[in-house]
């Protein structure tokens, strides 16, 4: 199914022209549960990994603080598995019971602690974009990233690491078949379920702390509004900056390109750590398509024909994926040269 943005509440550029040379497009990604295959764009499926290359690892310490929460990632599926045959029993028999004897039996054991593991993490696949399906920026001659993390909070990152591979596509002959996977996780949280994306492009706009001081002040400003007929945009927000933040501003969800979204921090300097170049938005890897205040955002279909999202998830989190309790992970690249180190900013 193709997923398809509402139109904005109206022009925002109509009543602020200075916004206009400042429209970037965005690519929502609009992820959602499936089959994915090497070949595809998606989020946690398997990836176009050359047989004969390394699968990564991560070497840094781990905290076995964690040990009472950490599951394989096999418990997790299962877990996963139990609670949507609960959920689907009860929507069908609202006098069902609403866990089997053996469904109890599994919860018992999955309740159990999980061994701490010592040993080199293999990371796990986030996301693979093909350049065909997907706009991003990429080195010369790439059409393929693939994105993988550890699932683990570090240290001075309360959040997975994540690391790129640039590929061109072609010149993956044979495909590694069986890639490890982490003994442990830290919680189902950095456990992708598995996705395809369905990609929209859109016109994304500037957070308002990314605006001059005036343009802010001229955005605050109800008589700036007038125009604009209270119906337009009061089923939106309770005020015009709550408006062109959560409609229309920076896209929510799942996205390449477009803007940073910005929430507890004011904007800070992203500069490229090997040349000093500005970094770009890469790739927003979201703990919601929406929240309260971007519900103008939630796709039409989603609307006419809303597709319940997996059991524990909120707002649309298809990919059940929770970075630090709803707060997304943006990378960033350099726009001169995409290989260089990337950017991690959680907002």
């Not at 598995?81 to 929507?91: G, K, V, Y």
């Not at 591979?165 to 189902?188: C, H, K, M, Y």
Request: proline share 14%.
């Amino acid at each position: 199914m193709s997923f398809t943005t509402p139109p904005r509440p109206f022009d925002v550029t109509a009543l602020f022209p200075q916004l206009a040379p400042l429209a970037r497009t965005a690519t929502r990604l609009h992820p959602r549960p499936g089959s994915p295959t090497v070949h595809d764009s998606s989020v946690g499926g398997p990836l176009l990994w050359p047989a004969h290359e390394p699968w990564p690892h991560c070497d840094e310490p781990h905290d076995s603080g964690a040990a009472s929460a950490v599951r394989s990632p096999d418990d997790i599926r299962l877990l996963r598995r139990i609670r949507a045959a609960s959920a689907e029993r009860l929507h069908l028999d609202p006098e069902a019971p609403e866990w089997t004897s053996e469904e109890l039996e599994t919860l018992q054991r999955l309740k159990a602690d999980r061994p701490w593991f010592d040993g080199r993490i293999p990371l796990l696949p986030v996301a693979q974009l093909y350049a065909r399906d997907i706009p991003f920026p990429r080195p010369p001659g790439v059409d393929l990233l693939q994105v993988l993390w550890c699932p683990f909070d570090h240290a001075e990152r309360p959040h997975p690491s994540t690391a790129l591979f640039w590929r061109s596509s072609a010149t993956v002959v044979d495909v590694l078949d069986a890639p490890p996977e982490p003994p442990i996780v830290q919680d189902g949280s950095y456990l992708p379920e598995p996705c395809l994306f369905s990609p929209e492009q859109v016109t994304d706009f500037p957070h308002p702390r990314e605006l001059d001081e005036e343009l802010r002040g001229q955005l605050d400003d109800m008589s700036r509004w007038e125009s604009i007929a209270p119906a337009q945009y009061i089923s939106c927000a309770d005020d015009p900056g709550e408006l062109y933040l959560g409609s229309l501003s920076t896209a929510p969800g799942w996205k390449t390109g477009g803007w940073t979204s910005w929430g507890d921090i004011d904007p800070v300097d992203r500069p490229c750590p090997e040349c000093g170049t500005e970094e770009v938005p890469l790739l927003t890897i979201a703990s919601s398509e929406w929240d309260g205040i971007s519900e103008s955002w939630i796709a039409e279909q989603d609307r006419t024909t809303p597709a319940p999202p997996p059991l524990g998830a909120r707002d649309g989190n298809f990919t059940l994926i929770d970075i630090v309790g709803g707060y997304n992970l943006q990378l960033h690249v350099c726009p001169d040269d995409p290989s260089h180190p990337h950017i991690e900013l959680v907002q």
